[in-house]
C-alpha cells in the first residue's frame, strides 16, 4: 500500500510541478546559450515558472531576475504562482480565471478543494 500511495504521489508531483518559462523581456543579459547563463551582471529579465497559461490570470503574476555577478539569473523576485485552491477566500488561488471552483476533472474522485491538485 505505501508503495502504491509513493507512486501515486510521484506522478501527481510530476503531473502537477510547476514549468519554468522565460519571460521574453531580457534586456541584454543573456549569453544565448539556452544554459541559464547571463553575461552582464546587473541585467534584468522578466520571469515566471508557473504553469502555461497562468501568469496574469487571478493573482498570478511573473516577476524579475537579475543578473548576478557570477554570470547567472538570480531568483524570479516578485512572482506569484498558482497555489492549491482555497475554498471559500474567493481568490483564484490556483489562477484558472474561476474562484473557489470544487471540481473533479479528471473524474479521479478528488475534488479541487479536496485535494486534488491536478483538477
Same mark, same amino acid.
Given at each position: 500500500?505505501?508503495?502504491?500511495?509513493? @507512486?501515486?504521489?510521484?506522478? @501527481? @508531483?510530476?503531473? =502537477?510541478? &510547476?514549468? !519554468?518559462?522565460?519571460?521574453?523581456?531580457?534586456?541584454? %543579459?543573456?549569453?544565448?546559450?539556452?544554459? #541559464?547563463?547571463?553575461?552582464? &551582471?546587473?541585467?534584468?529579465?522578466? =520571469?515566471?515558472? %508557473?504553469?502555461? %497559461?497562468? /501568469?496574469? !490570470?487571478?493573482?498570478?503574476? %511573473? #516577476?524579475? /531576475?537579475?543578473?548576478?555577478?557570477?554570470?547567472?539569473?538570480? &531568483?524570479? @523576485?516578485?512572482?506569484? !504562482? &498558482?497555489? /492549491?485552491?482555497? =475554498?471559500?477566500?474567493?481568490?483564484?488561488?490556483?489562477?484558472?480565471?474561476?474562484?473557489?471552483?470544487?471540481?473533479?476533472?479528471?473524474?479521479?474522485?478528488?475534488?479541487? *478543494? #479536496?485535494?486534488?491538485? *491536478?483538477?
Amino acid at each position: 500500500m505505501a508503495s502504491r500511495v509513493s @507512486l501515486m504521489f510521484t506522478i @501527481l @508531483l510530476a503531473a =502537477c510541478g &510547476p514549468a !519554468v518559462l522565460s519571460g521574453g523581456d531580457d534586456t541584454g %543579459g543573456d549569453d544565448g546559450k539556452g544554459d #541559464g547563463a547571463c553575461a552582464t &551582471p546587473g541585467a534584468t529579465q522578466a =520571469c515566471y515558472s %508557473g504553469a502555461p %497559461g497562468t /501568469q496574469n !490570470v487571478g493573482p498570478c503574476t %511573473g #516577476g524579475t /531576475q537579475t543578473c548576478s555577478d557570477t554570470g547567472s539569473w538570480g &531568483p524570479c @523576485l516578485g512572482e506569484v !504562482v &498558482p497555489t /492549491q485552491e482555497t =475554498c471559500g477566500n474567493s481568490i483564484d488561488d490556483n489562477c484558472s480565471g474561476a474562484t473557489d471552483e470544487d471540481v473533479d476533472t479528471d473524474g479521479d474522485g478528488f475534488t479541487t *478543494c #479536496g485535494g486534488d491538485c *491536478c483538477d
